[in-house]
């Protein structure tokens, strides 16, 4: 028995001495610089887009991996990792496939212009695969990792705004997401977590924002073309609404809202400029920074800078892309009131109008102007159209003060008169 044991541990011992061998020189075979290059090359000619790699490394124990270190993407703007390591099963390895069990991605910068030109150079050098496109996420033969881990992961979107990302996401076997959370540690959404949970064909969301909450659900779908989609419902409460804009503040307050949002995934390299979503919402304790429209009022649309402050302000917002419109705008508080629409472009111009009626107690009688809406989202404006201008000049002619607002609203009911 004994003559047995120490036969058998002298063969672990052979087994393990060779399997570190093994190691050691396919380690030294992956690190050269020959195989650096040529791994290098054959990447940069399957993406379309040059790929320099600072250092390859393999190790079998305790579980196989393969990680490169110091990963430049030169598409512009350029895409940097520090380290990528890929783990494959053992299993599937022993009968020559390779599966990922967990990828992991740490101290990457991934602008997002990045990923739309890394996109279009691979759909150039691959012309043949834009059939794929139109496929949903689960009809793909890649095989995705079971795993996918991201550390202090650098989102940059396109005005160079940045958010380090913590993010562990668990797929499933056709290829979507089971389990995923999201932490935001640094940069405009700091603070931010999000949960996503899979149960048949439908997610989950549980996420803290702005000092509140936002839940609900998202599901797969496909429109009359097939191309793949995402749509959804989520409730939104108690958030700081300024969150949203950040790091402008042109409105603060706490935001109550139900979305419903359709995002296409045939291309997802643009899924920002083409998700669209529709919100009906109330933002109690508003403030409106950067316009007090009580003093607009007074002085026929000629005010700037300022602040409004509201007990309530609800509407509807529908965005499209980076453009949005608020519509159907109720403010009310004691001193005012005022309904209009505004829209916004994907440079964040506003245009639009307001009309914004003040109590007795503030203007000694009642009075109401219409107002157009300008600016930008950072610095918004309001000023009279022409035809309520002209209004105005005559009202204040007839009644200086009073007359004034009184002429704008009268001007505005007769813009025939003095053109648009």
């Known amino acids: 028995m004994n003559r047995a044991l120490k036969w058998l541990f002298i063969v672990v011992v052979a087994l393990a001495v060779l399997a570190g061998a093994i190691a050691f020189a396919l380690n030294a075979w992956v690190g050269s610089d020959d195989f650096r290059v040529r791994v290098g090359r054959e990447i940069s000619a399957a993406v379309g887009v040059p790929v320099e790699l600072g250092a390859l490394s393999v190790s079998v124990w305790p579980l196989p991996a393969v990680a490169v270190e110091r990963v430049q993407v030169r598409s512009t703007p350029p895409l940097s990792f520090e380290r990528i390591e890929a783990r494959p099963q053992w299993a599937p390895l022993l009968q020559k496939k390779i599966e990922i069990s967990t990828l992991y991605v740490r101290n990457a910068v991934v602008p997002q212009e990045a990923i739309a030109a890394v996109g279009a150079a ?37 005005k160079g705004q940045r958010n380090v990302i913590d993010a562990t996401a668990h797929i499933d076997s056709d290829g979507l997401p089971g389990l995923v959370d999201i932490g935001v540690a640094d940069g405009r959404w700091k603070g931010v977590q999000v949960k996503l949970q899979r149960s048949a064909n439908q997610w989950t969301l549980n996420g803290a924002i702005g000092g509140g909450t936002i839940k609900g659900h998202f599901q797969t779908a496909k429109n009359a073309k097939g191309d793949p989609l995402l749509e959804g419902e989520f409730d939104t409460a108690g958030v700081e609404v300024s969150t949203f804009t950040a790091p402008s503040r042109t409105l603060t307050g706490t935001l109550e809202a139900h979305t419903s949002v359709q995002v296409n995934l045939r291309d ?147 813009k025939g008169l003095f053109g648009k």
């Open 268 to 414: 997802l390299a643009a899924v920002a400029d083409v998700a669209q979503s529709q919100t009906k919402f109330t933002v109690r304790n508003a403030v409106l920074h950067g316009i007090d429209l009580a003093q607009a009022v007074k002085t026929v649309g000629m005010n700037r800078g300022g602040e409004t402050h509201m007990d309530t302000l609800a509407g509807q917002l529908a965005t499209h892309g980076r453009g949005a419109d608020l519509q159907n705008l109720v403010a009310s508080s004691g001193a005012l009131s005022a309904t209009g629409n505004v829209a916004m472009n994907r440079d964040k111009h506003l245009s639009g109008s307001v009309n914004v009626n003040l109590a007795q107690k503030v203007a000694g009688t009642a009075l109401g102007v219409p107002l157009e809406v300008g600016g930008t989202l950072d610095a918004p404006s309001v000023t009279l159209s022409r035809s309520a201008l002209a209004g105005a000049a005559i009202g204040t002619l007839i009644a200086p003060g009073i007359g004034t607002g009184v002429g704008a609203k009268l001007g505005e009911s007769l």
């Open 122 to 158: 691979f759909r150039k050098a691959h012309p043949e695969d834009k059939a794929q496109k139109n496929k949903a996420p689960s009809d793909t033969a890649v095989s995705l990792p079971e795993r996918i881990v991201l550390d202090k992961v650098t989102w940059v979107d396109t």
